[in-house]
């Protein structure tokens, strides 16, 4: 290395800097990483919250359900508020059993297979609203490296460029550019492995709260189903 080398002056690299000398597509690559790295920890947050509702509302659900209260007290207090998990299960499941019996000449025909069907229905709702925007966690989860890996492309491209202009190849020269491009990976990587680990865990919690939910609904069909057929003998007698 020559003396005029070792007198270059050194560019400052710094995070601020880095972003303010990329080149706009490497910016731009940056600030979509950013945003989606932001949209992730919000979906995070909301579906913490949201499962941690659900735990609790199916708890004490099913510590009033099996306390031997009234079914039927137990529907008229539900069905006056918005209910969700096992009580909008149990909700879905009496309204169809009511809806049976208020009918003019009721009939028991049919009636078991309705009511796990609005059960299933049900528990596709429910599953549904605590899957929702778990694709975009894993859309950043295995886009954002790739994504990122195109803004570092880019910015060695251009870096290269700089250096067959400037003839210049000091460590110097060339180590700005090559961090500034290898700092769209890092985004890229920041964005992505959070979301990952937070998509594989509350899919685990989507897979158990869908168990809970299909356990109730066997054991409250069930329950039904005795009760069917003991109004079909009552009535036969």
């Not at 005029?4 to 800097?17: N, T």
């Not at 039927?72 to 879905?92: D, K, N, Q």
Request: proline share 3%.
């Amino acid at each position: 290395m020559n003396p005029a080398e070792l007198a270059a002056p050194v560019a400052e690299v710094s995070i601020w800097s880095m972003f303010l000398h990329a080149s706009i597509v490497v910016q731009a690559v940056m600030i979509g990483l950013l945003a989606a790295s932001v949209w992730c920890w919000t979906i995070i947050v909301d579906k913490t919250l949201l499962f941690r509702r659900t735990r609790k509302a199916m708890d004490q659900f099913e510590e009033t359900f099996w306390s031997g209260r009234s079914l039927e007290e137990l529907y008229t207090t539900l069905s006056e508020r918005p209910t969700s998990g096992m009580a909008s299960l149990f909700v879905a499941a009496m309204r169809e059993w009511k809806r049976s019996f208020q009918a003019a000449g009721a009939s028991f025909v049919g009636l078991q297979a309705r009511i796990e069907k609005v059960l299933d229905v049900s528990i596709a709702r429910e599953v549904e609203k605590l899957e929702s925007n778990l694709l975009v966690l894993a859309t950043v989860a295995s886009a954002g490296p790739f994504v990122g890996l195109f803004g570092t492309v880019w910015g060695i491209m251009t870096s290269f460029r700089s250096i067959a202009a400037s003839k210049n190849t000091s460590l110097a020269v060339v180590a700005p550019g090559i961090a500034e491009a290898l700092f769209a990976t890092a985004i890229g990587l920041f964005a992505a492995i959070p979301a990952l680990i937070a998509y594989n865990k509350m899919q685990g919690d989507v897979a158990k709260t869908q168990a809970r939910l299909e356990s109730f609904a066997d054991e409250f069909s069930a329950i039904l189903s005795r009760q069917i057929d003991q109004h079909a003998g009552d009535r036969a007698a």
